[in-house]
């Protein structure tokens, strides 16, 4: 089976930097994802990491250890709009299923 | 535009009755999905289809079944809904082809109440 822990909530200030963690454990692994979800919309692609580094894509990095299972994804110059729900989601090595975390609700505040 | 098309975007529906949930994609993604969002529980993958002509069960498939008849459709059946059910359904395509992403992208959900 595989189980996947990030925080529940964090709140952070514009401008910022904010960190969220996610570790995992899992029978097998092929991938870690992040997704955004705003409140009442599908979720979007983030970032992705199969190998331990960090990935940077604009103000977005995401970080992975295998060894630790571990992941966060950093957030640099928080604006409003980056509220929303964070997901870390672990790929199976089978049949690319993805399993999810419960997700982190980020508030961002002025 | 291409993506993902889900429908209905909402229904209520009264408990034992039967219920389809459509998803459409034209991305010619060999992969879909079908997840539901709870709260407090995140996303839980029902059914997943790998190919046209096959489907497999996720984590909590019970009072579900799928079809996949061809490579654009994947549509979800309650045979007869229960108040449990009560979820927004997300379905999700992807190309697992590609071996350095395989990303999900996702319709913009069904929301359905059971009373």
């Known amino acids: 089976g595989q189980n996947i822990d990030q925080p529940t909530e964090m709140t952070a200030t514009e401008g910022a930097i904010v960190q969220i963690n996610c570790t995992y454990q899992?029978?097998?692994?092929?991938?870690l994802f992040w997704y955004q979800q705003h409140a009442g919309e599908a979720p979007t692609f983030l970032s992705y990491?199969?190998?331990?580094g960090l990935e940077e894509k604009g103000r977005f990095s995401s970080f992975l250890s295998r060894s630790k299972g571990y992941s966060y994804l950093l957030l640099k110059e928080l604006q409003m709009k980056d509220s929303a729900s964070y997901l870390c989601?672990?790929?199976?090595?089978?049949?690319?299923?993805?399993?999810f975390g419960t997700g982190t609700r980020l508030l961002v505040s002025p | 535009i291409a993506g993902i098309t889900q429908a209905p975007t909402s229904q209520i529906l009264a408990a034992g009755r039967r219920m389809t949930l459509r998803c459409t994609q034209d991305?010619?993604?060999?992969?879909m999905y079908w997840y539901r969002q709870d709260l407090g529980l995140g996303l839980r993958l029902i059914h997943y289809?790998?190919?046209?002509?096959?489907?497999g069960k996720g984590e909590v498939p019970d009072g579900y079944s799928v079809s996949r008849a061809n490579t654009d459709d994947f549509p979800l059946t309650l045979a007869s809904a229960v108040p449990s059910q009560t979820s927004v359904y997300f379905c999700?395509?992807?190309?697992?082809?590609?071996?350095?992403?395989?990303?999900?992208?996702f319709g913009e959900g069904s929301r359905l109440t059971v009373l």
């Open positions: 991305m010619r993604h060999n992969a």
């Open positions: 990491n199969v190998l331990d």
């Open positions: 999700a395509s992807s190309d697992s082809s590609r071996t350095n992403t395989g990303e999900l992208f």
């Open positions: 899992t029978s097998g692994f092929n991938g």
């Open positions: 289809s790998n190919t046209a002509g096959t489907t």
């Open positions: 989601a672990v790929r199976d090595t089978g049949f690319q299923k993805l399993v």
